[in-house]
């Protein structure tokens, strides 16, 4: 996924919702850091 500009909650959510839940499994571990968009 490439945007134009910075990162926000906004771009994350969809990030995680359109590209990265749909090639989750069970069992699958994600690992987010202390970014603050990553908090919401």
């Known amino acids: ?3 134009e500009g910075a990162t926000n909650a ?5 990030y ?3 590209v990265l839940l ?3 499994r ?3 571990i994600l690992v ?3 970014l ?3 908090k919401d």
């Open 10 to 14: 906004e771009v994350s959510r969809a």
């Open 16 to 18: 995680v919702k359109e």
């Open 36 to 38: 603050s968009v990553h």
């Open 22 to 24: 749909p090639i989750l």
């Open 32 to 34: 987010m850091d202390n």
């Open 26 to 28: 069970p069992g699958d």
């Open 1 to 3: 996924m490439t945007i």
